[in-house]
């Protein structure tokens, strides 16, 4: 799958894996990530998470398919959108 940046400048330092994920994904970043939020590719939101204090989010409850993640830091600024498959 292909990364989608919105922010170069923290490209190299977030890092998200599996990709394809089957229930958990796991994000390493060197910025402060504290929310994530994940739509369908309908542009619909399935489900927030906060990140605070962990850096997993269970998509266990998502059905298959492409979702997007934007995920912010705690200025609620965009720090990189994600394209997803979850199997």
Same mark, same amino acid.
């Given at each position: 799958?292909?990364?989608? $940046?919105?922010?170069?400048?923290?490209?190299?330092?977030?890092?998200?894996?599996?990709?394809?994920?089957?229930?958990?994904?796991?994000?390493? $970043?060197?910025?402060?990530?504290?929310?994530?939020?994940?739509?369908?590719?309908?542009?619909?939101?399935?489900?927030?998470?906060?990140?605070?204090?962990?850096?997993?989010?269970?998509?266990?409850?998502?059905?298959?398919?492409?979702?997007?993640?934007?995920?912010?830091?705690?200025?609620?600024?965009?720090?990189?959108?994600?394209?997803?498959?979850?199997?």
């Amino acid at each position: 799958c292909n990364i989608v $940046s919105l922010n170069e400048n923290y490209e190299s330092s977030f890092i998200l894996y599996p990709n394809p994920a089957f229930s958990y994904i796991t994000v390493e $970043s060197k910025k402060l990530i504290e929310k994530a939020l994940i739509y369908n590719l309908n542009g619909h939101l399935v489900l927030q998470e906060s990140l605070i204090n962990k850096n997993k989010i269970d998509i266990g409850n998502l059905t298959k398919g492409f979702y997007l993640i934007s995920f912010f830091d705690r200025d609620i600024k965009l720090v990189k959108t994600v394209k997803v498959l979850k199997q």
